[in-house]
Every structure is written in structure tokens, then in C-alpha cells.
Nanobody, 124 residues
Framework: QVQLVESGGGLVQAGGSLRLSCTTSGRTFSRYGMGWFRQAPGKEREFVAAISRSGGTTLYADSVKGRFIISKDNAKNTAYLQMNSLKPEDTAVYYC?????????????????WGQGTQVTVSS
């Protein structure tokens, strides 16, 4: 059984930083790419960032490029999302997901398993 557990969300002022973690179990973490998505109230889930299994390829949504950094530690079965210069429009529930394959994808349909989500709230 594959499980993903996100942590690190919370309330932060605009301009601040948070680091989200996603720890996985039940699947060989190092074989698959990982992704982060988010869903704000009343909006559809959207892509945030993705990383290939080796960490050599990363993708970012235009809205977070230059502010967020995705990484993964295969030894710890954990993926991270470092979020800097946060804006109120970053407020959402953030989800991590394990991909079908080894690469990085922005398409949510290419992810097999999802975490329960962690709330990030950015105040102005």
C-alpha cells in the first residue's frame, strides 16, 4: 500500500517562506518522479512543480517560477517544496503525488498516488 504524508503547511505573512515535505512509503521512491499540486477554494487543482526520479529535471508553473524550489531525497523517501516570497494568491491546499514513470510531468493524470494535502495560508 502506497502512502504519502505531507507536512509543513501553515499560516505565514506575505513575503515569508515555508518548506513542505512529502514522505512516501510502499513504493520504491527513487524509481519515480514526484509532483506538487495545489487547490484554492472554488478553483480546480493546478500544477505547481515536478521533479524526475533522479532530480535532474524539474518543472514549474509560471506562477511560482523563481520563488519555489522542488527537490527530493531518495535516501529519505521524501520530496520537498521550498516556497519563498509567498503571496496571498499562493493560499491553497497543497498535495504531493507519485508519478507513473521516472520523469517530471505537469499533467495530473500521470500521477498514481496522492497525499491528503496540507493547508498553506498566506496573509497580506
Amino acid at each position: 500500500q502506497v502512502q504519502l504524508v505531507e507536512s509543513g503547511g501553515g499560516l505565514v505573512q506575505a513575503g515569508g517562506s515555508l518548506r513542505l515535505s512529502c514522505t512516501t512509503s510502499g513504493r520504491t521512491f527513487s524509481r519515480y518522479g514526484m509532483g506538487w499540486f495545489r487547490q484554492a477554494p472554488g478553483k480546480e487543482r493546478e500544477f505547481v512543480a515536478a521533479i524526475s526520479r533522479s532530480g535532474g529535471t524539474t518543472l514549474y508553473a509560471d506562477s511560482v517560477k523563481g520563488r519555489f524550489i522542488i527537490s527530493k531525497d531518495n535516501a529519505k523517501n521524501t520530496a520537498y517544496l521550498q516556497m519563498n516570497s509567498l503571496k496571498p494568491e499562493d493560499t491553497a491546499v497543497y498535495y504531493c503525488a507519485v508519478g507513473h514513470y521516472y520523469s517530471a510531468y505537469s499533467d495530473s493524470h500521470k500521477y498514481d498516488y496522492w497525499g491528503q494535502g496540507t493547508q498553506v495560508t498566506v496573509s497580506s
